[in-house]
């Protein structure tokens, strides 16, 4: 859960890069852990790590633009029916002053790896995993900060008329910080895409998940609020494949998902030797009231010429009013319902990179 110390951002690449083109092997698009996050960083600040926090990975929206582990195209012929992908992203946060305390969020890296296995033409399994680094941290924080590992199974099925459809589900093990804290056990999730080109250059994707948690808690271990409960979410992506130079293209994506929380009525879970107890429920609801977030982003990918035989790799740049490393903007705040465009704690500009052989 998405959802640390002193090093910090980022987030996986492998997914951003990957919906830049039009893919002519339709099951080599996926790769990604980012997109198996949720609402991380809401403005709201309940269930999520949330900007500023001192968390691991935290959850991200569902239907995260570029984000999804559907997402990653690829513009080669596969050989092989297994791949393996590293990659890095690099975040730095547009606004550098008055963060409200999200200093961790100024600039930050992410690190990940990704395996996959074609097992038929139209089915795949996958691994994914990640660090987080921050460079502000607590004292005796060394800023690094695991994300959650992600098993996921992902089927693709052609429809008439040039249409993708794609079908997924996954389960993540525990590995994040913030899943400590919100005694997480796992985060089934089962995720629906349909893609369609057209005019060869033109790529348009819709995707729908939901995301159930399953935890030991309905608090957070530092009572800070409650925990996420379930969540679903909606993303529409369209890429264009420059055709004067194939490997250039440029999107746009936009995302929003809807979350719902425990009420947090039991005993906050007492921290080693800290000895906390009490509930943490929100004063102004007899129910915690369902929370939206939303995010946008604007891209760049150029798929790299290949140097190595066997090795591609590509490089994107993008401005996002948040994303699933960082997290997205609440329309609640304080009770009150407000739509904030390029909001300071989650606008930004990130670059990525990623080799896969």
Do not use: C
Not at 49 to 61: D, K, R
Request: charged fraction near 20%; avoid cysteine.
């Amino acid at each position: 859960m998405r959802k640390h110390g002193s090093i910090s951002f980022g987030v996986l690449s492998a997914a951003l890069l990957a919906s830049a083109t039009a893919s002519a092997d339709p099951i080599g698009k996926d790769s990604s852990v980012k997109g198996n996050k949720e609402n991380a960083g809401s403005v709201s600040g309940s269930g999520g790590g949330g900007a500023g926090s001192v968390g691991g990975a935290t959850p991200a929206t569902d239907g995260a633009s570029r984000s999804d582990p559907e997402k990653s195209q690829q513009t080669t012929k596969k050989e092989k029916p297994w791949e393996i992908a590293l990659g890095w992203e690099g975040h730095r946060l547009i606004r550098q002053s008055d963060l409200e305390g999200a200093g961790a969020d100024k600039f930050f890296n992410y690190y990940f790896a990704e395996v996959h296995y074609d097992f038929t033409k139209y089915d795949r399994v996958q691994l994914l995993g990640g660090v987080y680094q921050r460079f502000l941290a607590d004292p005796q924080e060394t800023g690094l900060r695991a994300d959650d590992i992600v098993g996921l199974y992902r089927r693709y099925i052609p429809l008439p008329a040039k249409y993708d459809f794609y079908v997924s589900g996954s389960v993540l093990a525990p590995t994040s910080f913030v899943s400590y804290r919100e005694g997480l056990i796992t985060a089934p999730r089962v995720a629906l895409r349909l893609d369609r080109t057209y005019a060869e250059y033109v790529t348009v994707s819709a995707r729908v998940s939901g995301t159930y948690f399953w935890q030991r808690y309905n608090t957070m271990r530092d009572g800070t609020g409650p925990n996420p409960l379930a969540r679903i979410g909606a993303g529409l992506d369209v890429d264009v494949t420059m055709p004067f130079h194939k490997p250039l293209s440029a999107g746009i994506g936009a995302t929003t998902g809807y979350g719902w929380y425990h009420n947090a009525t039991s005993p906050v879970p007492s921290e080693p030797g800290a000895g906390q107890t009490g509930t943490t429920p929100d004063q102004q609801f007899p129910q915690n009231p369902i929370t939206q977030s939303y995010g946008a982003e604007v891209h760049v990918v150029y798929k790299v010429p290949e140097v190595i035989s066997g090795v591609s790799a590509d490089a994107s740049i993008a401005y996002a009013q948040g994303d699933p490393s960082l997290g997205f903007t609440s329309t609640l705040h304080d009770g009150i319902s407000h739509f904030y465009l390029f909001y300071r704690l989650d606008s930004e500009v990130y670059a990525t990179l990623t080799a896969r052989y």
